[in-house]
Nanobody, 121 residues
Framework: QVQLVESGGGLVQAGGSLRLSCAAS????????MDWYPQAPGKQRELVAR???????NYADSAKGRFTISRDNAKSTMYLQMNSLKPEDTEVYYC???????????????WGQGTQVTVSS
């Protein structure tokens, strides 16, 4: 199973920016989708951004115009550029990678350990 390591979180003031990274232990070009899921305490993880194998992207309404997801297959790393951050973006951000076999089996794919993003007002 692939190992995913998130980094780039931290404390930032409202209106600021952060770039999150999700480094994979193997070539990411095979993954059908790679996603970012933020999670607040006591709440479920909710998809905020997705990039598919062909480079197509999808965003939650809350992220449109502020966040940009990208992937560098040569570096086996996915990114989330977060601009115009708001206090409500304060969550732990997890990355997820879905392999073809996992897609066929209907399972959720691999998760990283998460990186904390805190936005002060």
């Amino acid at each position: 199973q692939v190992q995913l390591v998130e980094s780039g979180g931290g404390l930032v003031q409202a209106g600021g920016s952060l770039r999150l990274s999700c480094a994979a232990s193997e070539n990411i070009s095979r993954f059908i989708t790679m996603d970012w899921y933020p999670q607040a305490p006591g709440k479920q993880r909710e998809l905020v951004a997705r990039i598919n194998r062909g480079g197509g992207t999808n965003y939650a309404d809350s992220a449109k115009g502020r966040f940009t997801i990208s992937r560098d297959n040569a570096k086996s790393t996915m990114y989330l550029q977060m601009n115009s951050l708001k206090p409500e973006d304060t969550e732990v951000y997890y990355c997820n990678a879905l392999a073809p076999a996992e897609y066929r089996e209907g399972v959720s794919g691999s998760w990283g350990q998460g990186t904390q993003v805190t936005v002060s007002s």
